[in-house]
């Protein structure tokens, strides 16, 4: 079992729709959760980041986490063809807890104009 | 703010020869910087993490003898391909984080092509 997983996707959604991304983590230990974008042929860009259980926001986009659940999400409200990229979400701070992100395969999102 | 820094942010060069990446934060000190390697259409992979000081932490599969790390401050961390090879063609990125800053954030990325 991978100890953060997505769905690779691609997911695609139309233009003002909201795109739902989802995340699971496997190391119940871990303390912190982001949410990084990347457009093709780039580096990844922090959205996000969360730490308690709930959710957050930030303009378009809410994070959510569910620490029962081992459970991350990410919406992206008014979806825009600008958001179309790959979105990989990360924990940290897990048993091993040596300040490394542990980054899952990334979701493909896709919004058609 | 959390702005980091790579140069070159593309090089060309002839297989044999060593190829040095500079990354750099521009607003914050650093106390620990992350090498990446990611392949066309494959996720990330950490190759090393590095202390201001201290010698990297090599990921299992990485030669440490053929990339060379230095985080010599803390706002500066080197990685040196040694004698690059075809295979090592590859897009390269650093990210940085730091004691006010515990986000990673990551530089734009280097692109090395080896002939």
């Known amino acids: 079992q991978k100890e953060v997983e997505q769905n690779s996707g691609p997911l695609s959604v139309p233009e003002g729709a909201i795109a739902s991304l989802n995340c699971t983590y496997s190391?119940?230990?871990?303390?912190?959760f982001f949410w990084y974008r990347q457009y093709s042929g780039k580096s990844p860009e922090l959205i996000m980041s969360?730490?308690?259980?709930g959710d957050k926001e930030d303009g378009r986009f809410t994070a959510q986490l569910n620490k029962a659940s081992q459970y991350v999400s990410l919406l992206i409200r008014d979806s825009q063809p600008s958001d179309s990229a790959t979105y990989l979400c990360?924990?940290?701070?897990?048993?091993?807890?040596?300040?490394?992100?542990?980054f899952g395969q990334g979701t493909t999102l896709q919004v058609k104009p | 703010g959390a702005v980091v820094s790579q140069h070159p942010s593309r090089v060309i060069c002839k297989s044999g020869t060593s190829v040095k990446i500079e990354c750099r934060s521009l607003?914050?000190?650093?106390?620990?910087m992350f090498w990446y390697r990611q392949f066309p259409k494959q996720s990330l992979m950490l190759m090393a993490t590095?202390?201001?000081?201290?010698?990297?932490?090599?990921e299992q599969g990485v030669e440490k003898d053929k990339f060379l790390i230095n985080h010599a401050s803390l706002t500066l961390s080197t990685l040196t391909v040694t004698s690059a090879h075809p295979e090592d063609s590859s897009f390269y990125i650093c990210?940085?984080?730091?004691?006010?800053?515990?986000?990673?954030?990551f530089g734009p990325g280097t692109r090395l092509l080896v002939l």
């Open positions: 990360a924990s940290k701070g897990g048993s091993s807890n040596t300040g490394k992100l542990i």
């Open positions: 190391d119940r230990g871990s303390q912190s």
């Open positions: 990210s940085a984080s730091g004691t006010s800053r515990e986000t990673q954030y």
């Open positions: 590095s202390n201001e000081g201290s010698k990297a932490t090599y």
């Open positions: 607003d914050f000190q650093a106390t620990t």
């Open positions: 969360i730490y308690s259980n």
